[in-house]
């Protein structure tokens, strides 16, 4: 059971979440006195996340491989597995930020509100991650998704943002209770919503039967909304296309991280054994499959670049959803002995696999949004694949850099991208489920074919006439180049980010049921 409540000590395990809840309300206070709103904010809430970014790397390095500080009572968990989701969560946060401080001006929409939710956001994503207990997961994601509703329609003159934001608040909120009513329902079947007492009940036999499955039905159902998994996806293609092109490249990456952290934390670290695994991972592999097939069939009738990334996001998610599958697969024993050899080796394999195709996905999807964002202006919405026409010649930096990106996101050998599909696919094969790798790798073959249109359209078609160029900013052209140079250095020296995913990963093993 949970120690006490709370120590003096619990401050510190809190530290990078409190350092970003104490900037957020910082960043709120300069617009009350400065004469350009956001003049201040905005830089000092990239500063704010800079700098939480420094103090989470420090806390892994200083940290000790063999131990992870708890706070209250043991409900939050500073791991490494929780310090590898929150260095992810910055990135997107820092990235998305590069992006917004381009384009908000243009709307007249700067403000240190924007910035602030976006910090609160993040840490709502790592409260999420750091979970132990069913309810201070719940208390995360709803600090993420009430701050990510408010960004969605943050352009209040904009009809596409508020509808985006409406459709993601009514979902959003909808799925959210489909959530908690199976957190209930686990607990009500097993009288805790502290994952190791719930660890221990199913290992002593008094958990199980058909109220603790339909508990775990209704929570796949509802990560599988926050995820956009096929076919809890519906809202995905109007809000990715509604929302600031800064919020759509955050929610897409750090917000989908966050849920998928969420779920390796309550399942892969604590819902497991046949009795469970018989459950969760059966609804994963269909899941999975049919995001990965719908996702890219639908991602190739698109002629918006925005909604043909939102698509294509959803296909990314199929093949993360694998290294679940990969993982589950090895999770049907009981007690601290359940798996050894091989079948502990392929649990931390499908872990890291998820670990580092998050990192992957965030930096060449931020990137890409980046190169839409850096399109918008003078009679251009950037949105659209005609936008790019001629753009080899126009901004040859921007085209390459958005070719990269996009071979990244199809898997091309050399890119990050290939490294991550290339582990999750090898996790799948070595969990037995060939089949659903070769799906996988089919549906890399169809996104090839819509990712391919937009680099003939920036390298083989003439641009218009008369256009004349919107100047990019400093700002968002040190976002593109930054998501450009670490989509290439993970392609072409992917070890030492393996390292580090194995080992967040070996680290969410490292659970108090674990003794």
């Known amino acids: 059971m949970p120690g006490p409540v709370f120590q003096p000590a619990d401050l510190l395990t809190l530290g990078p979440s409190l350092a970003l809840v104490i900037g957020a309300t910082l960043v709120l206070m300069p617009d009350l006195w400065a004469r350009r709103r956001g003049a201040v904010s905005a830089p000092l809430a990239l500063l704010v996340a800079v700098a939480t970014l420094a103090l989470v790397v420090s806390i892994w390095v200083r940290s000790d491989p063999a131990a992870a500080p708890t706070a209250f009572g043991g409900s939050f968990v500073l791991d490494r597995f929780a310090l590898y989701f929150d260095v992810v969560f910055l990135i997107s946060a820092i990235l998305a930020m590069g992006i917004s401080l381009h384009l908000l001006p243009q709307d007249d929409a700067q403000t240190g509100e924007y910035y602030a939710l976006i910090l609160f956001a993040t840490a709502g994503m790592m409260f999420m991650t750091s979970g132990l207990d069913l309810l201070v997961i719940w208390l995360g994601l709803e600090l993420m998704t009430l701050s990510s509703y408010v960004l969605c329609g943050y352009l209040r003159s904009s009809r596409r943002s508020s509808e985006a934001a409406l459709k993601y608040f009514l979902l959003g909120s909808f799925s959210t209770g489909i959530l908690l009513y199976g957190m209930s329902l686990i607990y009500g079947a097993t009288g805790s919503t502290y994952l190791p007492a719930i660890r221990g009940a199913l290992d002593a036999g008094r958990a199980g039967g058909g109220l603790f499955s339909l508990g775990v039905v209704l929570m796949v159902a509802g990560f599988g909304f926050k995820v956009a998994a096929v076919p809890f996806h519906q809202w995905v293609p109007d809000v990715y296309q509604g929302a600031p092109t800064g919020i759509t490249a955050f929610i897409s990456t750090a917000g989908k991280a966050a849920a998928l952290a969420a779920m390796l934390r309550i399942f892969a670290g604590g819902l497991w054994g046949s009795q469970v695994t018989d459950v969760w991972v059966p609804l994963l592999v269909v899941l999975a499959a049919a995001s990965m097939i719908l996702g ?91 936008d790019f026409a001629g753009l080899a010649r126009r901004r040859p930096m921007l085209a390459f850099a958005m070719l990269v990106f996009l071979l990244s996101l199809a898997g091309i050998p050399a890119t990050a991208g290939f490294i991550g599909k290339w582990y999750l696919f090898g996790a799948a094969i070595r969990a037995d489920m060939a089949w659903l790798a070769v799906i996988g790798v089919a549906m890399s073959v169809v996104s090839a074919y819509y990712y391919l249109r937009v680099v003939v359209a920036m390298y083989m078609r003439p641009a218009p006439e008369g256009e004349e160029q919107e100047p990019v900013s400093g700002v968002l052209t040190a976002t593109v180049v930054m998501a450009m140079g670490f989509t290439l250095l993970i392609g072409v020296f992917p070890q030492p980010f393996l390292d580090l995913a194995a080992q967040g990963a070996a680290h969410l093993r490292m659970l108090p049921w674990q003794g």
């Open 296 to 386: 890219n069939v639908t991602a190739l009738l698109q002629t918006s670049v925005k909604r043909m990334l939102a698509y294509s996001s959803i296909g990314h998610v199929g093949y993360i959803l694998m290294g679940l599958v990969a993982v589950g697969s090895q999770l049907t024993g009981s007690g601290a002995g359940a798996m050894a050899g091989r079948g502990d080796d392929l649990y931390r394999f499908g872990v890291a696999s998820v670990l580092i195709y998050t990192l992957v996905y965030t930096f060449t999807n931020v990137g890409a949004l980046a190169v839409v964002a850096a399109l918008r202006g003078r009679g251009l919405s950037g949105e659209d694949i005609e």
